[in-house]
């Protein structure tokens, strides 16, 4: 499994754009990259997946570098209800294998 | 809500028993997954099993068994249970297990071991 490096915790204010990055320098030719947040009290929820054009959905934007050694999952506007840990998981084969990821702090 | 369930939400038991944690993976889902989730370990990955059979095994102790029924539900079987197994367990499920297919989990079983 590719390693990842992300930051420990960032913090946002609320209604503000926020780009967490991770690095995946091992990350092979096939692996997808996922991002997964997990909630206070509830279960990881998918987020976003790409392979290496950047991708939208109506949750967040993926941004993929070029030679795909990061990554960064950018939320346009944060929320409140955005708090959360944010896993950045390169993929090759399942099943997901979670690191300790970025905790997200909004301020109101 | 994912669309996976899980039964039963809070589980409480005294150390030696066995219990056993229920997934119902979402419909149309072959793959389901194993998580357990512990203060200071983070989300581990216990088992996969696809359309019934086992696919891979991550650091499941040999007092905890798994499988998966032909109509894909899944259940989580922990026998001999130590204060240390105490944790949040999660399932997890997908359409197949390819990297390029999203998981989605259920709520969680909390299980307290006293």
């Known amino acids: 499994d590719a390693k990842t490096t992300q930051p420990n915790s960032m913090e946002s204010n609320e209604e503000e754009p926020v780009h967490l990055p991770c690095n995946h320098s091992?990350?092979?030719?096939?692996?997808?990259i996922h991002w997964y947040r997990q909630l206070p009290s509830q279960g990881p929820e998918y987020v976003i997946h790409?392979?290496?054009s950047n991708v939208n959905n109506r949750m967040a934007s993926l941004a993929i570098a070029e030679d795909r050694k990061s990554s960064t999952l950018i939320l346009h506007r944060a929320t409140l209800r955005d708090a959360a840990v944010y896993y950045c998981?390169?993929?090759?084969?399942?099943?997901?294998?979670f690191g300790k990821g970025t905790r997200l702090s909004v301020i109101a | 809500d994912s669309g996976v369930t899980q039964t039963p939400k809070h589980l409480i038991t005294a150390t030696g028993q066995r219990v056993t944690l229920r997934c119902s993976p979402r419909?149309?889902?072959?793959?389901v997954y194993w998580y357990q989730q512990s203060l200071d370990q983070g989300l581990q990955f216990l088992i996969h099993?696809?359309?019934?059979?086992?696919?891979a095994k991550g650091n499941i102790l040999e007092r905890f068994s798994a499988q998966q029924f032909p109509d894909l539900h899944s259940e989580l079987n922990l026998s001999s249970l130590e204060l240390g197994d105490s944790a949040l367990y999660f399932c997890?499920?997908?359409?197949?297990?390819?990297?390029?297919?999203?998981?989605?989990f259920g709520q969680g079983t909390r299980l307290t071991v006293v």
């Open positions: 790409g392979l290496t």
């Open positions: 419909s149309g889902d072959l793959s």
């Open positions: 998981i390169p993929l090759g084969r399942t099943p997901l294998v």
């Open positions: 091992t990350i092979s030719g096939t692996d997808y």
């Open positions: 997890a499920s997908s359409v197949a297990g390819r990297s390029n297919t999203e998981a989605f």
């Open positions: 099993y696809y359309n019934g059979e086992e696919r």
